[in-house]
């Protein structure tokens, strides 16, 4: 049996996650997953995979996006959903 589903349109934006940086050195610790909800938008969060990734290449995924130690500040996270 071959089933053909179409992509999620993921058109939600989200808006930015904000840590208050006690150390002043710009590294907070962030769980990236904490907008899925909202970026799944009322979709079945067991039908999606979504990934997180550092760069714009999205060559290799964020492994661990509950506990993201940011590289910059500010830095962009790219998600994937499908």
Request: glycine share 2%; proline share 9%; net charge negative.
């Amino acid at each position: 049996l071959l089933e053909v589903v179409e992509s999620p349109e993921i058109t939600t934006l989200i808006a930015p996650l904000v840590f208050c940086d006690t150390n002043d050195d710009g590294i907070a610790v962030f769980d990236l997953t904490q907008v899925e909800t909202v970026l799944l938008n009322g979709l079945d969060p067991a039908l999606y995979q979504v990934n997180y990734y550092d760069d714009p290449s999205q060559s290799i995924a964020i492994t661990n996006p509950t506990a993201y130690p940011n590289q910059s500040n500010p830095q962009t996270i790219y998600v994937v959903v499908t």
